[in-house]
């Protein structure tokens, strides 16, 4: 599972069956993966899941209990922080607020190499530019929004030319609309010097938004190491399935198996209350499996009985999984609205652009279904 679009690229860095244990904890479990040069890495999970760990063992801050790291194919387990190419941004600014903008992005270049003819207040003012936020050296940090400090606080990670940029939650203090506009620039930043960079984040939409690869954790290890799409349409795992986006989740036993239908083999599962028609893909299932699956609330079909523009009616498509539950609620979040619906003693969560109330149709598709789990 650590396919990527990049995997031409060289391996930046490492990290070798890493374990990271304080007393009775173990934050970090094993932890095998290897981010690409120029990558977009992201990891991303519940709060103690072992994401700052992670972060704080590659930047050197943590050693590891065991395990090898390495850095471009050489052996960085022993090497303190300054000594590996790194630049690092934490959650809080971390500025020095005595010091003018300009003065905390040159405190970085007194790290870098000799400077190539370049003059320090030169190379001070491209990376501020590089932040957007040219111009801005005299300015002191409390004079500066949360999104212009945070800016500056990647300059200055950003001055001593590092290979890798570590970024642990730098938006987790902004509000939402300065969080997205950040992430974007954030990305812009990474894409223009293509810096490998790790990125630790609880918030999946944003691991989805900006990463080459996400790995989602849980209980110190990745569950699943993959591209923000392969993510959220073929999750490997229930825990996945359920972190990233809203899903559906069911667990049923498998009452017949048919391998002659359509494209992909079908399988029959009695999930309690009834028993559904789901495509089974790659997955070898036979009768007696239990058998996981996950439906995406926009690829449930929903209709409150309304005529659609389209003059059609939901039960005039013939669908192998049709079904009737009750709304509860409903969330309007703008461009759809999410609506918990009542389906015998479950919830089924849906997306739909028609207002709905009461007594609605639900149907899927077979190929609506992804199994992540068969035991
Ligand atoms: P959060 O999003 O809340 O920061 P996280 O995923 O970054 O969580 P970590 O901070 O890496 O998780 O912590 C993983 C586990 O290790 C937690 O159970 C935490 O309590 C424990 N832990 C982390 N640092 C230490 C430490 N210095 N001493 C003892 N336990 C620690």
């Not at 999970?45 to 194919?73: D, H, M, Q, Y």
């Not at 005529?307 to 498509?317: A, C, I, P, T």
């Not at 509860?328 to 709905?356: C, I, K, M, N, Q």
Request: proline share 6%; hydrophobic share 40%.
């Amino acid at each position: 599972n650590v396919a990527s679009p990049n995997t031409e690229a060289p391996i930046a860095l490492e990290l070798e069956s890493v374990s990271k244990r304080y007393g009775e904890t173990t934050a970090v479990d094993d932890v095998s993966l290897s981010v690409f040069e120029g990558e977009f890495f992201t990891l991303v999970g519940p709060s103690g899941c072992g994401k700052t760990t992670t972060l704080r063992l590659i930047a050197g801050f943590e050693t590891p209990t065991e395990g090898v790291l390495s850095f471009g194919g050489e052996d960085v387990t022993g090497v303190p922080p300054e000594d590996r190419d790194i630049g690092v941004v934490f959650q809080n600014y971390a500025l020095f607020p005595h010091m003018t903008v300009g003065e905390n992005v040159s405190y970085g270049l007194q790290f870098a190499d000799a400077p190539g003819g370049v003059s320090d207040e030169q190379r001070v003012s491209e990376l501020l530019e590089l932040v957007d936020l040219a111009g801005m050296e005299a300015r002191k940090p409390d004079q500066l929004s949360g999104g212009q400090q945070q800016r500056v606080a990647i300059a200055r990670a950003l001055a001593p030319g590092p290979d890798v940029l570590l970024l642990d939650e730098p938006m987790s203090a902004l509000d939402a609309q300065l969080r997205e506009r950040l992430r974007v620039q954030v990305k812009a930043i990474q894409q223009e010097l293509e810096i490998t960079t790790i990125y630790v984040t609880h918030d999946q939409e944003e691991a989805l938004a900006v990463s080459d690869r996400v790995a989602v954790m849980r209980g110190g290890t990745p569950e699943q190491i993959a591209p923000p799409q392969a993510i959220y349409r073929r999750p490997e795992t229930r825990f996945v399935a359920e972190f990233v986006g809203d899903n559906n989740v069911f667990t049923g036993t498998v009452t017949s198996v048919d391998e002659t239908t359509g494209k992909l083999p079908q399988a029959q599962i009695d999930i309690g209350p009834e028993t559904v028609t789901i495509a089974v893909a790659e997955h070898e299932i036979a009768i007696g499996d239990e058998v996981t699956f996950c439906i995406r609330p926009e690829y449930l079909r929903v209709d409150g009985g309304q005529e659609r523009s389209s003059g059609q009616r939901l039960s005039d498509q013939p669908s192998a999984n049709a079904t009737t539950a009750t709304v509860v609620s409903a969330e309007f979040l703008g461009e759809t609205t999410r609506v918990h619906l009542e389906w015998y003693d479950r919830e089924l969560l849906v997306r739909t652009h028609d207002p709905l109330s009461g007594e609605v149709e639900v149907a899927f598709e077979p190929e609506a279904a992804h199994v992540v789990d068969v035991s």
